[in-house]
């Protein structure tokens, strides 16, 4: 009887969750929104006269915290999708360029770090072809030089060969 009771809450608790993978992007995205707030904590807020550089990080936040709390509800209300199977590879692969990109930015400069960062991270498709993405890397390391160095005139290298070459 016991037995039966237990089986009953738990199928009463997992009805109630109508679009497991709704509820799990929104507590995913929550959880970067907490995430976000932690790592601009000691940043100042400033205000909407005077904006502080937490400002937009905190902005972000809460508005990503709301877009989770809202799949969260929509879980209860519609049916959606159940949880598939997760796979290593994509995140493995985002992280392997993200790790690149930070490594070498600093050292080489953005027009090698920039194709390192698409180039790597563009292995977390299986389905990937290796001429498009080369493209893809050229175009947007050439569009990141344009926005970063000329269009907001940000002192990020473009290109470093260490004791020749500082662009």
């Known amino acids: 009887m016991a037995q039966q009771e237990e089986r009953s809450a ?4 997992r009805h109630h969750i109508r679009g497991p993978q709704n509820f ?5 995205l ?30 972000i936040a809460t508005l990503l915290a709301l877009c989770g709390f809202i799949l969260i509800a929509i879980s209860f209300v519609k049916d959606g ?17 993200l790790i690149a990109f930070a490594a070498t930015v600093r050292t080489v ?11 790597i991270s563009g292995f977390a498709s299986p389905e990937t072809r290796i001429k498009e993405l080369i493209i893809f890397a050229i175009a947007m390391t050439a569009f990141s030089v344009g926005l970063f160095k000329y ?17």
């Open 81 to 97: 999708d159940p949880l598939e199977r997760w796979h290593m590879r994509g995140p493995f692969f985002v992280c392997l360029g």
């Open 30 to 59: 929550i959880g970067v929104s907490i995430l976000a707030f932690w790592a601009s904590s000691d940043l100042t807020q400033g205000s909407l006269r005077a904006m502080g550089p937490g400002m937009l990080p905190r902005t």
């Open 10 to 13: 738990a199928t009463t608790v």
């Open 109 to 119: 400069g953005l027009a090698v770090a920039g194709p390192l960062l698409a180039i």
């Open 151 to 167: 269009g907001l005139n940000l002192p990020i290298p473009v290109f470093i060969i260490p004791g020749v070459v500082y662009y």
């Open 24 to 28: 799990a992007a929104g507590l995913s």
